[in-house]
């Protein structure tokens, strides 16, 4: 490569033209899914408030923040149950009137164009607040695998594109998909939350969805920040047992991951924005230590640069509105 003064980078960085024309990391609406938090009843829109901007809604609120995300031009939306009741064994998760079974009729009946995906975990609906159902005090695992399929099943009759078990129960994917297939819905995905973290940054969105643990924490299923051999073989497993595409969870604190990941695989990668990310973002902007949108952008930009196929973020609107 030629040196200075015959090489001068900044030649390509004088004007907007010139910089979008050699851009490499190209950021498009359609690579951003929103996720949206349904609950039962009518005409419902409560805020979270560790999250600005985003609510609980009832199915008829959620179907208008949806339509304003397809406007955008947003790739697809993923939907988090938030159940009147809760038991032990989280049975509201399967039921074929809950709110995301008829938040997904809704939507595919309204916006049938748009990709609808479903979170397929226990923590919503269990009384204890745990992603699967506990036996002496710790989580099940080969129980909760019935139950995680059962959900799934529902999710699918309803007219789910994708459904996405968020879970960390060893199997889980092998376990849906041999459901699936069996029942005739062969033709639905499964985004698997290969590689979801054990992370402090889960805190606003437990306020969201209703679902912090009771007791304990859920360490003893999702993984150790601090391993990265243990993502892949985490995610190889996820792929050999029928995941279609594959989440690494926090985003932007394991973008190292992301790469590795879509690096090794060359499979769809998915990282989540997660809420606590969100949350920083828009507390600093609140108090004009940052600028909100330039940062919002970045953020996503380099998730997409890390090798995330897309993203799930909070902020998927907002961004497709400037893109």
Request: charged letters at 25%; aromatic letters at 6%.
């Amino acid at each position: 490569m030629s040196s200075f003064p015959s090489y001068r980078p900044r030649r390509l960085r004088r004007t907007p033209a010139l910089r979008n024309l050699v851009r490499e990391t190209q950021l498009a609406p359609a690579q951003l899914v929103l996720p949206v938090f349904v609950r039962e009843g009518k005409k419902l829109r409560r805020s979270v408030g560790s999250m600005p901007g985003v609510n609980q809604t009832s199915v008829d609120e959620m179907l208008r923040d949806a339509e304003v995300a397809a406007k955008a031009k947003v790739g697809g939306i993923i939907l988090f149950g938030v159940p009147e009741t809760k038991d032990a064994t989280g049975s509201s998760a399967w039921d074929e009137k809950g709110a995301v079974q008829m938040g997904v009729q809704a939507l595919k009946k309204e916006i049938p164009d748009l990709v609808v995906i479903t979170d397929v975990c226990m923590c919503e609906y269990t009384d204890h607040g745990h992603c699967g159902v506990l036996k002496n005090g710790e989580v099940d695992n080969d129980a909760t695998l019935e139950l995680l399929s059962r959900a799934a099943l529902s999710h699918a009759a309803a007219g789910a594109d994708i459904v996405a078990p968020s879970d960390m129960m060893d199997g889980r994917v092998q376990a849906i998909r041999s459901a699936l297939d069996k029942n005739d819905f062969s033709g639905v995905s499964i985004l698997s939350y290969a590689a979801k973290y054990a992370s402090a940054y889960y805190g606003p969105f437990r306020e969201a969805a209703e679902s912090a643990p009771q007791s304990g924490d859920r360490r003893g299923y999702q993984m150790d920040p601090g391993n990265s051999d243990e993502a892949m073989r985490e995610v190889l497993a996820d792929i050999e047992e029928g995941a279609d595409a594959v989440m690494v969870k926090p985003a932007g604190p394991y973008l190292d991951i992301v790469a590795r990941v879509k690096a090794q695989t060359g499979y769809p990668v998915a990282a989540y924005q997660v809420s606590g990310e969100y949350a920083m973002i828009c507390a600093a902007a609140d108090r004009g230590w940052i600028d909100k949108d330039r940062v919002m952008m970045e953020s996503l930009l380099g998730i997409r640069r890390a090798g995330a196929d897309f993203i799930v973020t909070y902020f998927a609107t907002d961004a497709a509105r400037q893109l």
